[in-house]
């Protein structure tokens, strides 16, 4: 008593204000909980006075703290996605976000796991539980999180969720569907989440421009020049034939270990590591592999 002087409920133009029409709200829905941030601890007196006076049974208040940035300021949009709709757009499952958010400020009774089944979580919540503390919002963990997720899903399933994904970004019709999808099976471990698979698929779709300058001197030009010698006498390379060709090429210049392997991938892919090498040069295909082999001769 004596907390509050008499305040809006209403505006001169008729509309009510939040605090007014949130009771109404939640009263005619039955709300028996209210659990939001701590930013919302100051309107909660005046809204019990209004679930007394309108009659409504008054629900339990539950007030948290904020989940904060890892720099410890406020969520934006220079921290990355900020709605549940641009995750989802991205490729992170409903399973992995709810588990994320829910050990946000929140400890598991099994101390060091994380990843726990929706049904583990609704088990074990309470919120009791909640730190008083603000949580800080780690897009590390929510990735690999989420690619524990994804590591679950038959190789179908992830194929059929990435396929999306790849056809929006690329002309994917210079590859059969049976192939697009050896090429997604092959991409599809290690994503943390489904849109990662744009940038890990683009050496499919295009060409590299440039290599290290170190790889451009002229024994890597002649390694280059044998490699696409051998694979155009070949009228059927396979990731065999590929193996035992970069393994004969190794001893006959002299090339061992990176200084091998990596060359070959630079001015094949663009990259310097990667999924497995021959499996990537068996995928591409002898014509593709061959026109970026002469393009850097």
Same mark, same amino acid.
Not at 141 to 159: A, C, R, S, V
Not at 225 to 253: C, W
Not at 269 to 295: C, F, I, K, V
């Given at each position: 008593? $004596? ?11 008729? =509309?009510?204000?939040?605090? @007014? ?5 939640? $009263?005619?829905?039955?709300?028996? &909980? ?9 309107? /909660? ?10 009659? @409504? ?5 539950? &007030? /948290? !703290? ?15 996605? /900020? ?10 499952l409903s399973e992995a976000l709810f588990n994320f958010l829910s050990i946000l400020g929140w400890t598991p009774p099994e ?12 088990? !074990? ?24 997720? +994804? ?6 399933? =992830?194929?059929?969720? *990435? ?8 002309? /994917? ?10 090429? +997604?099976?092959?991409? !599809? ?10 940038e890990e698929s683009k050496l499919f779709f295009e060409a590299p421009l440039s290599v290290d300058e170190e790889y451009q ?9 044998? *490699? ?33 392997? =990596? ?13 497995? *090498? ?5 995928? *591409? ?9 002469? !393009?850097?001769?």
């Open positions: 008593k $004596g907390m509050f002087g008499d305040f809006v409920i209403m505006r001169s133009n008729g =509309m009510p204000v939040y605090n @007014f029409a949130v009771v109404v709200d939640d $009263g005619l829905m039955n709300i028996t &909980h209210i659990i939001r941030a701590e930013e919302h601890l100051s309107n /909660t007196g005046r809204q019990i006075l209004l679930y007394r006076a309108l009659g @409504f049974p008054l629900p339990v208040f539950a &007030h /948290t !703290a904020l989940i904060l940035a890892q720099d410890g300021s406020k969520l934006s949009k220079r921290h990355g996605a /900020t709605s549940v709709e641009e995750y989802q757009r991205r490729g992170y101390e060091g796991k994380d990843k726990l089944a929706r049904a583990e979580i609704i088990k !074990a919540f309470g919120l009791e539980k909640i730190s008083k503390s603000s949580a800080k919002f780690d897009n590390g963990k929510l990735d690999w999180l989420n690619g524990e997720y +994804l590591k679950e899903l038959p190789l179908k399933q =992830m194929i059929s969720l *990435l396929r999306p994904y790849v056809k929006n970004a690329y002309d /994917t019709s210079v590859y059969s569907e049976e192939k697009l999808d050896e090429i +997604l099976a092959i991409l !599809a471990p290690g994503l943390n989440f489904l849109e990662q698979v744009v001197e002229p024994l890597y030009l002649k390694l280059v020049a044998r *490699l696409k010698e051998e694979i155009q006498q070949n009228p059927a390379p396979d990731k065999e034939f590929y193996q035992e060709l970069v393994k004969n090429l190794g001893k006959e210049l002299g090339l061992k270990g990176k200084n091998l392997f =990596m060359p070959i991938r630079q001015y094949i892919t663009g990259q310097s590591h990667g999924r497995d *090498l021959y499996a990537l040069m068996e995928l *591409l295909g002898q014509e593709r592999l061959l026109s970026r082999l002469a !393009a850097w001769l």
